[in-house]
């Protein structure tokens, strides 16, 4: 049976008001309009983002709204002016996009669409600022263009990325963000050296994924540095060599690492979003050659304060959006290095629920018990 140009009926789990549990619901999910797929989602995964939000901690409260940016599924069916994509392709939606026509798109140093970079208040498809689902008429609101807690979601073609058909989404799915981020913030913009020492601040998801780009980049020294030691234990499961708990010590961990390394680090990577681990992160790196990377996102009333010194010294501070991947054009690679056994995404993944216990993996995030728990959608 067909359904292509036509309203489809499935289960999506919904955020009625900040903090509360989700509610499995029966939405109707409009057909895309130009420039627009529509994916049938078999996995998705819970990242910390998703759970910011839903608390409400971040920019603008908007509500009734369908969570979810990590998955994978199949294309159902496109909209108009959509050429790249048919019905059946395997693909990960995505936060950020690529429209493949603006400056940053066409730019080999950027990854920052000007159409469709990430935008967490907007609630609705740019082409006719409409939301695609609704209840009994009611619209429920889309979340970072992509809305995966739903069987189905419409989401803008630039979003969408391609991938091998014998992928198992289970897996790659978790390539949709976290993951990636972290995995590019070492590979595509710290590029160390084989055989440099990498540390890594913060061992959450997208920092161990960090720790993984060192491994593979072939690092021989990967120093974790988080204020929990009980994730030590696990991080040398993504290549970390040891480890530094700021909080064991009366100087700043800067100066522990420069101690430990003979004058610091060739490379770090800011995994945290704290500003005293950004600050850190940049003046443990060594001078001459040293690079430090910020991933994580900021207070937005926070400051960063370093000597002028720290960068005459020619120390390098950069940032990175997304790992620097271009999501249709790069992602595709990245899942290609899993099918080839380069990259490890199994040790990633800590639970698996079946979609009508969406709530436990919310619990389990809160908890920290989980980097990522892959939802299946059919359960």
Same mark, same amino acid.
Request: charged share 20%; glycine share 10%; proline share 5%.
């Given at each position: 049976?067909?359904?292509?140009?036509?309203?489809?009926?499935?289960?999506?789990?919904? +955020?009625?008001?900040?903090?509360?549990? %989700?509610?499995?619901?029966?939405?109707?999910?409009?057909? !895309?309009?130009?420039?627009?797929?529509?994916?049938?989602? @078999?996995?998705?995964?819970?990242?910390?983002?998703?759970?910011?939000?839903?608390?409400? /901690?971040?920019?603008?409260? &908007?509500? !009734?709204?369908?969570?979810?940016?990590?998955?994978?599924?199949?294309?159902?069916?496109?909209?108009?002016?959509?050429?790249?994509?048919?019905?059946?392709?395997?693909?990960?939606?995505?936060?950020?996009? #690529?429209?493949?026509?603006?400056?940053?798109?066409?730019?080999?140093?950027?990854?920052?669409?000007?159409? %469709?970079?990430?935008?967490?208040?907007?609630?609705?498809?740019?082409?006719?600022?409409?939301?695609?689902?609704?209840?009994?008429?009611?619209?429920?609101?889309?979340?970072?263009?992509?809305?995966?807690?739903? #069987?189905?979601?419409? *989401?803008?073609?630039?979003? *969408?990325?391609?991938?091998?058909?014998?992928?198992? &989404?289970?897996?790659?799915?978790?390539?949709?963000?976290?993951?990636?981020?972290?995995?590019?913030?070492?590979?595509?913009?710290?590029?160390?050296?084989?055989?440099?020492?990498?540390? *890594?601040?913060?061992?959450?998801?997208?920092? %161990?994924?960090?720790?993984?780009?060192?491994?593979?980049?072939?690092?021989?020294?990967?120093?974790?540095?988080?204020?929990? !030691?009980?994730?030590?234990?696990?991080?040398?499961?993504?290549?970390?060599?040891?480890?530094?708990?700021?909080?064991?010590?009366?100087?700043?961990?800067?100066?522990?690492?420069?101690?430990?390394?003979?004058?610091?680090?060739?490379?770090?990577?800011?995994?945290?979003?704290?500003?005293?681990?950004?600050?850190?992160?940049?003046?443990?790196?060594?001078?001459?050659?040293?690079?430090?990377? @910020?991933?994580? *996102?900021?207070?937005?009333?926070?400051?960063?304060?370093?000597?002028?010194?720290?960068? &005459?010294?020619?120390?390098?501070?950069?940032?990175?959006?997304?790992?620097?991947?271009? !999501?249709?054009?790069?992602?595709?690679?990245?899942?290609?290095?899993?099918?080839?056994?380069? @990259?490890?995404?199994? /040790?990633?993944?800590?639970?698996? %629920?079946?979609?009508?216990?969406?709530?436990? +993996?919310?619990?389990?995030?809160?908890?920290? #018990?989980? &980097?990522?728990?892959?939802?299946?959608?059919?359960?």
């Amino acid at each position: 049976m067909t359904t292509a140009g036509q309203v489809i009926r499935c289960r999506a789990a919904v +955020a009625w008001e900040a903090g509360k549990p %989700l509610v499995i619901e029966e939405v109707e999910v409009a057909p !895309p309009q130009a420039n627009e797929v529509r994916l049938k989602i @078999l996995y998705t995964s819970l990242c910390h983002t998703d759970v910011y939000f839903w608390e409400a /901690k971040g920019q603008s409260p &908007l509500f !009734p709204r369908i969570y979810g940016h990590e998955a994978g599924g199949i294309v159902e069916s496109v909209g108009e002016g959509v050429t790249d994509l048919a019905p059946g392709d395997h693909v990960l939606p995505v936060f950020t996009g #690529e429209c493949k026509e603006c400056d940053h798109c066409k730019s080999e140093e950027s990854n920052m669409c000007s159409l %469709l970079r990430i935008n967490t208040d907007r609630g609705v498809m740019l082409n006719d600022g409409q939301s695609r689902f609704s209840i009994n008429g009611q619209p429920i609101y889309h979340f970072v263009g992509t809305s995966t807690f739903s #069987e189905y979601t419409v *989401v803008h073609v630039g979003c *969408v990325a391609k991938i091998n058909p014998l992928a198992p &989404l289970d897996k790659v799915c978790v390539l949709s963000c976290g993951i990636s981020t972290g995995l590019g913030a070492t590979l595509n913009v710290a590029k160390p050296p084989k055989g440099s020492t990498v540390a *890594v601040f913060g061992l959450g998801a997208v920092g %161990l994924a960090a720790a993984e780009g060192a491994r593979i980049a072939g690092a021989s020294r990967i120093i974790g540095v988080d204020v929990n !030691p009980k994730r030590f234990e696990e991080a040398k499961n993504f290549g970390c060599t040891e480890f530094v708990n700021p909080m064991d010590y009366d100087k700043p961990v800067q100066e522990v690492i420069a101690e430990i390394t003979d004058g610091g680090v060739d490379r770090s990577i800011e995994c945290t979003g704290n500003i005293n681990a950004m600050i850190s992160a940049f003046e443990c790196v060594h001078d001459g050659w040293g690079v430090a990377v @910020l991933v994580g *996102v900021p207070h937005k009333d926070a400051v960063f304060k370093t000597h002028p010194m720290n960068v &005459l010294n020619e120390r390098t501070l950069k940032g990175t959006f997304f790992g620097n991947y271009k !999501p249709r054009s790069d992602l595709p690679s990245v899942v290609e290095k899993y099918m080839n056994k380069e @990259l490890e995404l199994e /040790k990633f993944i800590t639970h698996q %629920l079946p979609f009508s216990e969406i709530n436990k +993996a919310f619990e389990y995030m809160l908890k920290g #018990e989980s &980097l990522r728990c892959i939802i299946r959608m059919d359960g």
